[in-house]
């Protein structure tokens, strides 16, 4: 199969509002989402042909739950590993967040998602919202906590959630928020 053609990008101009930073995380096991309904594949989402997340299912009653974070502690990156020689590629998805306080509400969070697969959404500070997870292949994959040692160092722990996929982490249509949280 050919490669397809270049497309053309312009240059995002200066007022395009463009904010680096995660505003809102929201979070939902994998295991309570579900195929939507009148969907022709397997997945528990569907994409626009825009190449936009425009349905995400959820089993009865199930919502993403919003997770607080403390201002600039939270980060979502992926990188491309690409082998040529057996052509293959994925993305490794890698989203990090601070929990304030060695508490027993932050205990019994890490504990829900310690052993698990989840599916976030983040909303950016550039009011734009992207979802990690969709595939089932996103998990708590390090924890790092303790009490610091001088009096500004963090108390807490520090969550690194790690997953792969095939393709780019996906923008979410903002007007399907709403029935997910």
């Not at 310690?114 to 990690?132: C, D, E, G, L, R």
Request: charged share 15%.
């Amino acid at each position: 199969m050919a490669c397809p053609s270049l497309i053309a990008l312009p240059r995002v101009c200066g007022s395009a509002g463009i904010v680096g930073g995660v505003n809102k995380l929201y979070a939902v096991s994998f295991a309570d989402l579900a195929v939507p309904e009148g969907a022709t594949t397997d997945e528990v989402y569907t994409m626009s042909v825009a190449g936009m997340v425009n349905e995400i299912g959820l089993d009865a009653s199930k919502k993403f739950i919003e997770i607080g974070l403390l201002p600039a502690s939270a980060s979502l990156a992926e990188t491309l590993t690409k082998e040529k020689s057996n052509g293959s590629s994925f993305m490794t998805q890698t989203f990090t967040m601070v929990l304030s306080d060695m508490n027993a509400e932050n205990r019994a969070f890490v504990e829900t998602v310690m052993n698990q697969p989840v599916a976030i959404i983040i909303k950016t500070k550039s009011k734009k919202y992207f979802v990690a997870g969709l595939n089932g292949d996103f998990e708590l994959s390090a924890i790092e906590g303790g009490t610091g040692t001088a009096q500004g160092d963090l108390v807490g722990y520090t969550l690194t959630f790690t997953g792969t996929d095939s393709m780019l982490i996906p923008q979410v249509d903002p007007t399907i928020i709403s029935d997910l949280i």
